[in-house]
Structure formats: structure tokens, C-alpha cells
């Protein structure tokens, strides 16, 4: 499978910490993007780092990417309570046309006011 | 901002009908993608549209499914006879490149009768 798996699957915390989640993938990417998918809504983009970039911030948002050992990580920091939603990593593999993505099962993320 | 945006919202039909989802990507965008979500379970790729043509598609689009571009601004999904395991999200996604960032819509939730 060339797909994304995100760890740990739930995640709860207080709102004011930090919360990290972890992407894994098998095969050789050209990105991987974070979505974030609040209940039985839409995905939202949050963020894109290509497979020569090893970090990148976006406001409460730090992403890392480790391509050799093909993970890469999500830092929400200061979470508030609107954080409260599942969080996708998905995958863009070398090779493949058009970049189709490859979703892992997602994080879903609490944070307790 | 622009966004993707997706008609309708929730579709209801009986198994055996056709339906159409519809979709209008970000306005300068090239590149357009159906994923569809089945509930609980991970986001899948079904296709992806450049150039007035099939890019690429996953074993899910067989023959039941089309996509087509009527006109500057749609870009739509059929299913030509639906079945129970069509229910699902549909989401559409369309980028400016082939390896940046996809935008989603919020979805079409299909309920197959």
C-alpha cells in the first residue's frame, strides 16, 4: 500500500498544549499535504511540503518531513478548542500522473477547553 | 477566497438510478479530481480530469462512472446505475499544477436506497 497512516488515531488534550501526529508512507513522494476534516464535513487544506523540503510552518502549524524514514509530522501548537477535528495526511507518490493523493485514516484530535 | 463548491448537498435516490454530482473548481485552476469517502473509512481517489480527458483512475471507476467538463466552469461525476456501496462523500478537488496543493469541495453525501 503506497498510503498514508497517521498515529496515534485519537489524540486528547487540554486546550493551551501542543498536539503532534505522525504520518507514515511506503513509497517515494513528491509531497504530502495535511487536510483537516471537521465531522461529516469538507477537507481543508492546511498544508504542502514537497520531498526536498524538511520543514515548514504555517502560523500554529509546524510540519516536518523525513524522507528516509518516509514519515513526516503534524504540530498544532497552543490548541484551542476549535482545533477539535480529524486530521488526514495524504500522499502525492513519484510517478504518479496528475499527483493523486493517497489518504491515511486520519488522527482524530480533541482538545478539551 | 475561492473555493470549490459542490451541488448537491446530500442526494438521495433509489438503487438502479443514475445520478449526477456536480462541481465547480476554483476558476483558474486546470487539474480536477473525484475522491469519494464511504463512511468511517479512508478518503479514495476515483479519478482525476486534465486537458478534457481521463488522466488516470483508480479500480473503483468502472464502467458505471463518467466524468465530463459541459462547460468553462462544471466539472461533473455520474454514476450511470447505483448501487448500496456507492453511498459515500464524493468530494471534488481541483489544483493549478499537477503536484500542488488540491483544494476540496465539501462534498456531495450520496445515500443509495
Known amino acids: 500500500s503506497q498510503q498514508g497512516e497517521e498515529d496515534p488515531q485519537a489524540l486528547s488534550i487540554q486546550e493551551g498544549e501542543n498536539a503532534t501526529m505522525n504520518c507514515s508512507y511506503k513509497?517515494?513522494?513528491?509531497?504530502l499535504q495535511w487536510y483537516r476534516q471537521n465531522s461529516g464535513r469538507g477537507l481543508v487544506h492546511l498544508i504542502l511540503?514537497?520531498?526536498?523540503?524538511r520543514e515548514k510552518h504555517s502560523g500554529r502549524l509546524r510540519v516536518t518531513l523525513d524522507t528516509s524514514k518516509k514519515s513526516s509530522s503534524l504540530l498544532i501548537t497552543a490548541s484551542r478548542a476549535a482545533d477539535t477535528a480529524s486530521y488526514f495526511c495524504?500522499?502525492?507518490?513519484?510517478?504518479?500522473?496528475?499527483?493523486?493523493?493517497?489518504f491515511g485514516r486520519g488522527t482524530q484530535l480533541t482538545v478539551w477547553p | 477566497e475561492p473555493e470549490v463548491t459542490q451541488t448537491p448537498s446530500h442526494q438521495v435516490t433509489q438503487m438502479g438510478q443514475e445520478v449526477i454530482l456536480r462541481c465547480v473548481p476554483i476558476?483558474?485552476?486546470?487539474?480536477f479530481y473525484w475522491y469519494r469517502q464511504i463512511l468511517g473509512q479512508k478518503v479514495e481517489f476515483l479519478v482525476s480530469?486534465?486537458?478534457?480527458?481521463?488522466?488516470?483512475k483508480s479500480e473503483i471507476f468502472d464502467d458505471q462512472f463518467s466524468v465530463e467538463r459541459p462547460d468553462g466552469s462544471n466539472f461533473t461525476l455520474k454514476i450511470r446505475s447505483t448501487k448500496l456501496e456507492d453511498s459515500a462523500m464524493y468530494f471534488c478537488?481541483?489544483?493549478?499544477?499537477?503536484?500542488?496543493?488540491?483544494?476540496f469541495g465539501p462534498g456531495t453525501r450520496l445515500t443509495v436506497l
Open positions: 478537488a481541483s489544483s493549478d499544477w499537477s503536484y500542488n496543493e488540491q483544494f
Open positions: 513509497t517515494s513522494i513528491n509531497n
Open positions: 511540503i514537497r520531498s526536498n523540503e
Open positions: 495524504a500522499t502525492a507518490t513519484r510517478g504518479s500522473t496528475l499527483g493523486r493523493l493517497y
Open positions: 476558476s483558474n485552476h486546470l487539474y
Open positions: 480530469f486534465y486537458n478534457n480527458e481521463i488522466s488516470e
